[in-house]
């Protein structure tokens, strides 16, 4: 179940990071409880790798925790999240391909069935799940972004805008090209 | 695929995501009741939209291990003490200092002279959100 944001949970975010800055790190175990399944799970929309998206979730957590003190209080904690994630989720999607590029060592050809059953297309029980991950990892990244956030996670034209720093428009249209792609994949 | 189409297919989208004017939803209700190729379009779009849910509902089925939270935690507690005598202690603001944003109307809980040296020099800038640099 997806975490309910309204304007209590949001002055109850603000407490707890006020208290954070002033130095009660121990707090900052509340906002991880409230968000890390939600990270969690948003890392794994892009990614589809367990094993990858909770090393992301801790980077993510880390990464905002350093820069706390720049979060502004007029945006949902959750939607700046998301917005460390996305850029989270970008450095290792290319460093990953630059590692692809660069290194086939043995261990790379020798795959661990382990990591295997880590992977979501090998776990997804149906083959449409696969078709779909398959699908979304292959969009381009401006669109798979807009697409996870939009037609995953839900989020309203607005609020996409605001995590990605995009206009309205862009997300629009950007959604609608997403959705023209996947079509002739998936239908 | 003429022009007319293309914009009814952009609103038919659209409508997937976000709630429509009873006219606009109405406009659509019309090409779709005279557009065979639109229709046939729109049906595709539906089943692709159908698929996308089905994944997300396996992805929500899916939890991190129960251990994250105490990695997350470690590694944060570990960053605090590293930086606990320079950076960090620096960024921490008083209550009067609180108070002086709240007057002031600044939304943000740092003040903005403060902005330059509270920020960890460690931190790489690219995985910081766009709205914080």
């Known amino acids: 179940m997806k975490t309910e944001i309204n304007s209590d949970n949001i002055k109850e975010d603000i407490e707890i990071i006020e208290e954070v800055l002033k130095g009660d790190v121990e707090k900052f175990e509340t906002l991880v409880l409230k968000y890390q399944t939600m990270i969690f799970r948003f890392v794994l929309k892009h990614i589809y790798d367990i094993d990858a998206a909770e090393e992301l979730t801790q980077e993510v957590f880390l990464a905002s925790f350093k820069c706390l003190n720049a979060y502004k209080k007029n945006s949902k904690f959750s939607s700046w999240l998301f917005g460390i994630s996305v850029n989270i989720i970008r450095n290792y999607i290319n460093r990953d391909l630059k590692k692809k590029r660069k290194c086939v060592s043995i261990d790379s050809l020798v795959k661990s069935p382990y990591a295997e059953n880590k992977i979501l297309e090998n776990i997804a029980d149906k083959y449409e799940c696969k078709k779909c991950i398959k699908a979304i990892k292959n969009l381009p990244e401006d669109l798979r972004e807009v697409c996870v956030l939009v037609a995953l996670e839900e989020k309203s034209y607005i609020e996409t805008g605001e995590i990605l720093k995009l206009p309205v428009g862009t997300i629009k249209s950007r959604m609608f090209r997403a959705r023209q792609k996947l079509k002739d994949t998936l239908s | ?133």
């Open chain 2, 1 to 133: 695929m003429n022009n007319n189409c293309k914009n009814i297919l952009e609103l038919f989208c659209e409508s997937l995501d976000s709630i429509l004017s009873e006219d606009k939803l109405r406009l659509i209700e019309k090409h779709i009741s005279e557009c065979e190729n639109c229709k046939k379009e729109f049906e595709k779009i539906l089943i692709t939209a159908s698929k996308l849910k089905e994944l997300n509902n396996f992805i929500e089925s899916i939890s991190p291990e129960k251990t994250i939270t105490l990695k997350i935690m470690n590694s944060i507690k570990d960053e605090f003490a590293r930086n606990k005598s320079d950076s960090f202690k620096q960024c921490l603001i008083s209550d009067n200092e609180l108070d002086n944003i709240s007057a002031a109307g600044n939304n943000s809980i740092t003040p903005p002279s403060m902005q330059n040296r509270i920020t960890p020099p460690e931190i790489n800038p690219s995985i910081t959100p766009p709205n914080v640099f």
